[in-house]
């Protein structure tokens, strides 16, 4: 039901004209004073207000005002004892919807309120229209934002190019991957660009059409392996055939190219290392064919002994490069269990002890009561023990000794072993767990190893977030330290 | 052709012994090095009249280097060094000089691979001392 308000000194309108408007529907208030008229039509929702022009506390037209200012939705007419031009210019300006002069008649006040709804209608739907109008500016203000913020946030560099070679959006990766200091949109790009990226570019941008195809190239930006990128091009398609410009992705690809080439020099390594006892094998067999080369029993002897030897630290290199290749994938699901790394020691100990009798070595094992538990795979950690021991054991002098010690410090399990072998020399130190590395003197040349070991060890023991580490003293001995966290339920 | 004395520079002990048996069969006196340092200071001691040095020592290089070094004395420029190697292109490091840069400081009179045919590397030997008259 549409409520009216009306505002006048005196009551406005006869008694059958209220009674007719109450039956068309309308709820009518009155008020004699425009400071409450004011308060009431802020405080309702009136649909429509009528103020006399010339009230006794205020000017109709200042109530007018200050109604419009709050309630800019509401119908408002002025109603004048004394109509004037003027005053009805000014009232249309300041919103008033009609000037109506009085005596007020039944009809002349339906026409004016027909009209004042339909102009409510307006503009109320023009309110509504600009409502959404801005809701959708700001819905796409904040889009556009997510969209820069996305962009700029990716490690990846993303160009834009028009068709005419401008550049029309970048960000901030764009910069860091191509190493450039700054880039202006609309400037055109393809020059900027190092030239086997502005080559792969201009070929899109002067593609006859559209093409679903990318490409790809690899290129160095800064060189000695500081910057290597992958520029990735494609069109941005526009209606069917046509395409409006190309996008470029430049992504980082250093780390991943460093990584390669360590593969292909482990790689490398690995045929080399394969290669050298296949060599020794077959030169020790020629030898033994050569009619020419005329050898003793014993050297023939010492011969077939020796491949079998190279042949056998063949098969060695092969079981630990399987090792090495197995423990990667392995860390993923293994069985881990809860070990009594004492145990473990000494049953790896007994497996070498035809080894170490035969050198005479002494071999003292030190622990301490209530050895706290370890959460591991059984067979890697009797790995790193036999590994570490058999080494204890040949690279040890004759009646030499091995002392392997047990004890818990700082929330790590710490196994120590150290021999009174030969020792490591200072250049050779910081090569120990390389892979391949094997000190080479008069000591090592008897001694046969893959020089993979300790790298296994040094594998195994990082896997478990462990810790490892050696003092050595050339001549003296060697001493490995290795911590393994301690399990606690 | 005058060769007598030959330096063999390897640090696989199987193989300085093979290489040693067969050059001596040819008649050949061989003194053998099991390091690159080694090798330098017997070259120097004995004056050989060919090297014969393998390429991968105590470093990937270590055969180049000393190559280097002979070549850099008196003695060195006027006999033939012949690098010995097991990993070839194959194995992905990158043995051949293959621009002129690598080529004149190299300077090795020839690359052979392992195991030595005593045939092939005579040959190597002559050609230098052809070039050389």
Partial sequence: MASILIIDNEYPIRKDIYTFLTRDGYDIRTTLNGAEGIQLAISNDFEFVMIEQELSDHDGLKVLKSIKKVKPETVCFIIASNPCYEVAVEAANLGACSYVPKPLSYEGLSFHLAKGTKHRQLFIEARDLRRERYNNLVELSREKSMFRTVLNSINGGVLVINSDGALVYFNNASLVNLNLENLEPGEQILKRLPPQIAKQATEYILAEKYTSKISEIELEIIPKNKLYVQSVCSHIPRNSLGFSGVVLVIRNITKKRELEQVKSQFVSMVAHELKSPLVAVEGFLQILQNSEIKLSDEKKEDFLKRSYERVKSLFQLVNDLLDISRMDKKEKYRELEEINFLEVVQSTVNLFELEYKKKNILVKIEDEPNLPIIKAERLEISRVISNLFSNAIKYNKHDGEIIISLFSKDNYLNFTISDSGIGIKEVDKPKVFQEFFRALNKQTRNVSGTGLGLTIVKRIVESYHGKIHFESEYGIGTKFIVKFPIFRN | ?133
């Fill in chain 2, 1 to 133: 052709m005058n060769i007598k004395k030959i330096l063999l520079v390897d640090d696989d002990f199987d193989l300085i012994e093979q290489n040693k048996l067969i050059l001596e069969s040819k008649g050949f006196e061989v003194i053998t090095a099991e390091s690159a340092e080694k090798g330098f200071r017997l070259f120097e001691k004995e004056l050989p009249d060919a090297c014969v040095v393998d390429l991968i020592m105590e470093h990937h290089d270590s055969g180049f280097i000393l190559c280097y070094k002979i070549k850099k004395t008196e003695h060195g420029k006027k006999i033939p060094v012949i690098i010995l190697t097991s990993a070839t292109y194959e194995t992905g490091f990158k043995f051949s000089a293959s621009t002129n840069e690598e080529k004149s400081w190299i300077k090795s009179d020839g690359i052979l691979n392992k195991p030595i045919v005593v045939e092939e590397l005579i040959s190597k030997f002559e050609s230098f001392y052809n070039r050389e008259q």
